[in-house]
């Protein structure tokens, strides 16, 4: 491998979910894998798959809109990091608010 490539890169994942009826974040999936890249070159990391399930029900006019629900969960976002030995050289937070929702869940890579 060349001076640029990265042998061993560690990538780190987290996914959350938000809970539908009173939007609580939580951790839905975590996983990790090894990855070697070369210069220059992208590399597609899969997550482990998450299942969210939830029910809308919803009242459009009249008396019934009261009785509107919605259970269950949803995707909320992603947090990745890589790690070179043990050195963490990127991160990234999709959407920007999971960086404080980890804060908050006193989660960690």
Do not use: C, H, W
Not at 19 to 27: C, I, L, R
Not at 91 to 97: A, I, Q, R, V, Y
């Amino acid at each position: 491998m060349s001076g640029g490539d990265l042998k061993g890169l560690m990538v780190k994942d987290i996914v959350f979910g938000k809970d539908k009826s009173g939007q609580t974040v939580k951790a839905a999936v975590q996983g990790e894998q090894t990855v070697d890249m070369k210069s220059l070159q992208a590399v597609t990391v899969e997550t482990k798959p998450v299942e969210f399930k939830s029910r809308d029900r919803t009242f459009r006019n009249g008396e019934f809109t009261s009785l509107n629900t919605r259970e269950g969960e949803q995707y909320y976002g992603i947090a990745v990091a890589a790690y070179l030995g043990t050195k963490q050289i990127a991160t990234s937070f999709e959407p920007s608010g999971v960086e404080k929702q980890m804060a908050k869940l006193g989660l960690s890579f």
